[in-house]
């Protein structure tokens, strides 16, 4: 079955570096998100993408984070300048069509970033 | 902004009990997805319900949406072990594409 991988599976960073966090969504999707759960706690949605833009973004999703689609098969989350705050599990999840529509999120295995 | 409670936040239960737990939006919803994340685990998508009033059911998992969109519900039937894990809802807005989670509910089932 095929299934959203993210890479790498844990990254350990120091405050003010840049992260990226990359993922590769299933190959016949079109719509891509992020979300990150701080331990614990709920799962926040960070942004959604499709046709090579941001569709939507929350209040989270600030200067500091940018997405992209650099090939016809990764998608990426940046980080420009971690905080200790950004210390989460961070998935990204595909969805087959429908920006609007009901159709199930496939969500990757998640990044566990540590900011120090 | 948009608020998805949950409640309970936990629930240990004896293997073969029933469990639900609830979903309340702020808003009202233009449909409702269900997960289930198990412990170091990601959110697995388990159904999604688009009409008022409706009702899914999984097995022994039972799904209902509110009449008014704005609720819904899980209830498993004679829990096992292997339903361990946090359930969480996730609600879309009529118009939008995000889904805003809730705050789940950690079920334990005890053998």
């Known amino acids: 079955e095929p299934e959203v991988t993210q890479t790498p599976s844990h990254q350990v960073t120091q405050m003010g570096q840049e992260v990226i966090l990359r993922c590769v969504p299933i190959?016949?999707?079109?719509?891509f998100y992020w979300y990150r759960q701080i331990l614990g706690q709920k799962v926040e949605f960070l942004v959604s993408?499709?046709?090579?833009?941001?569709?939507?973004k929350s209040e989270i999703f600030d200067d500091q984070f940018s997405v992209e689609r650099p090939d016809g098969s990764n998608f990426t989350l940046k980080i420009r300048s971690t905080k200790l705050e950004d210390s989460a599990m961070y998935f990204c999840?595909?969805?087959?069509?429908?920006?609007?529509?009901?159709?199930?999120?496939?969500f990757g295995p998640g990044t566990r970033l540590t900011v120090t | 902004g948009q608020q998805v409670m949950q409640i309970p936040q936990y629930q240990h239960v004896q293997e073969g009990e029933d469990f639900t737990t609830y979903c309340n939006s702020s808003?009202?919803?233009?449909?409702i997805q269900w997960y289930k994340q198990r412990p170091g685990g990601h959110p697995v998508f388990l159904i999604q319900?688009?009409?008022?009033?409706e009702v899914k059911k999984q097995k022994r998992l039972t799904f209902q949406f509110g009449e008014a969109k704005k609720n819904s519900s899980l209830h498993i039937t004679a829990t096992q072990t292997t339903d361990v894990g946090t359930y969480f809802c996730?609600?879309?807005?009529?118009?939008?594409?995000?889904?805003?989670f809730g705050t789940g509910t950690r079920l334990k089932v005890l053998a």
């Open positions: 993408f499709y046709n090579n833009e941001i569709s939507e």
């Open positions: 996730a609600g879309r807005n009529s118009g939008t594409y995000k889904y805003i």
């Open positions: 999840a595909s969805k087959v069509a429908g920006g609007y529509s009901s159709y199930e999120q496939y």
């Open positions: 808003t009202t919803l233009s449909n």
């Open positions: 319900l688009v009409k008022s009033g």
């Open positions: 190959s016949n999707h079109l719509y």
